[in-house]
C-alpha cells in the first residue's frame, strides 16, 4: 500500500490508493477500532472490580466483630461465624502476595489502582475517537472515488 | 422407490440410534436403478443430528467436569468440619492463605480462616462452633443441613455427576463411531452413483455406435 511521510495511521495522500487498497486500509482499521473498544471494555470491568472491593472493605468497617456472618469455605458451603479482625484485610498484590493492610491502606490501595485505569481508559478514549475519525474520512474518500469511477467509466 | 428409513436398528442405552452400515449399496438402493437422492438427504440429515448431539454432550461433559471439583472440595471441607468437631482437635488451615494458625492444644478454641470477600480481597474470621452447614444449591436456594446430612447429600450429588459423567463420555464415544459410520455410508452411496453414472455413460456410447 502506499505509504505516507508522514507517520499518522492516516494515509496523507490517500486520493491516490484505489477502490481495492482502500477497503483494505478500511478493514485494517475496523479491526483495530475492534481490539481498542474490546480492552476498553475489559478495564472498565477491571475498574468496576476495583470499586467493588472498595466497597467490600467499607463493609467491614461498620460491623461490629460480633455480628454472625456466613462464612464462605468453598463456593456452596457456608458456616456461620464472625468476623474475628474487622481492621485488617489481605489484599492480593498479585505474583502470589497477599498483604495483610488495615482498612485505612487497602482503601488507598484500591483507590489508586481505581485511579490508574481511570487514566488509562481516558488515553484508550482519545485512541479511539481518533480511528474513528479516520475512518469516517477514509469512508469518505471512498465513497467519493466510487462515484468517480461510476460516472467515468473509461478513466484510465 | 427405496426411501428405507436410515435408523431401524437398536438405540443405545440412553436412546441414542445405531447408525446401519450400508454393505451393499445397489442392495440398499433396491437395485441398479435406485435413486440416491433421498438416502443420501437422509444419510446427511442424519450426520447433522449426530452433530448436534454431539455438541449437546460435550457442554454437558465440560459443565459436569467443572462441577465435580466444587463437590469434592466442598464434601471435603464438611468431613473436615465433622472430624473437628468429633475429635475437638486442632488441625491444618481451611484455607491456603494467611490464617491465624495458634498451636494450642485449648480443644474448644474456634476455627480461625480468610474468607474471600472479592477477587483480591480477603478478610478474617472465626468460625462459630455448631454443627450447621448451609449448603448453597443454586439457583438462589441455600438450605441450612446437619453437618452429618450435608456429607451424607454432597457424597450422593458426587456419586450423581460422576455417574452421569461416564455416561456422557460413553454417549460421546458412541456417537463419534455412530457419525464415522454414516459419513462412510454417504460416501460409498455417493461412488457408487458414480460409478453407475459412468457405466450408463458408456454403455449408452457403446449404444450409440
Known sequence: ?156 | MSAKLVFQEEKNPRGIPKAPFIANVEEYLGGPDGAVETPLKNFQDAIAKYRYMDANLTQRRKGLEDKIPDIRKTLHMVEFLQEKREDRDKNDDLEDDLSDEENSDNPEKPLTTTFELNDTLFAEAELEDTDTVYLWLGANVMLSYKLSEAASLLRSKLDLAEASLKATIEDLEFLREQLTVMEVNTARVYNWDVKRRRERRLAGEANEK
Open chain 1, 1 to 156: 500500500m502506499a505509504s505516507t511521510t508522514s507517520s499518522q495511521p492516516q494515509q496523507i495522500n490517500v486520493a491516490d490508493l484505489d477502490l481495492q487498497q482502500l477497503s483494505d486500509v478500511r478493514r485494517q482499521l475496523e479491526e483495530e477500532l475492534n481490539h481498542l473498544t474490546n480492552s476498553f471494555a475489559q478495564l472498565k470491568q477491571a475498574q468496576a472490580k476495583f470499586k467493588s472491593c472498595i466497597e467490600n472493605v467499607r463493609e467491614i468497617k461498620p460491623q461490629n466483630k460480633g455480628t454472625t456472618i456466613l462464612v464462605p469455605l468453598t463456593n456452596s458451603l457456608y458456616v456461620p461465624g464472625h468476623l474475628s479482625d474487622a481492621e485488617n484485610v489481605i489484599v492480593d498484590v498479585g505474583t502470589g502476595y497477599y498483604v495483610k493492610k488495615s482498612r485505612a491502606q487497602a482503601t488507598k490501595y484500591y483507590e489508586t489502582k481505581v485511579e490508574y485505569i481511570r487514566t488509562n481508559l481516558d488515553t484508550l478514549q482519545e485512541t479511539i475517537q481518533k480511528k474513528q475519525e479516520n475512518m469516517s474520512y477514509l469512508v469518505n474518500v471512498m465513497q467519493a472515488k466510487l462515484q468517480q469511477s461510476q460516472t467515468q467509466p473509461t478513466k484510465v
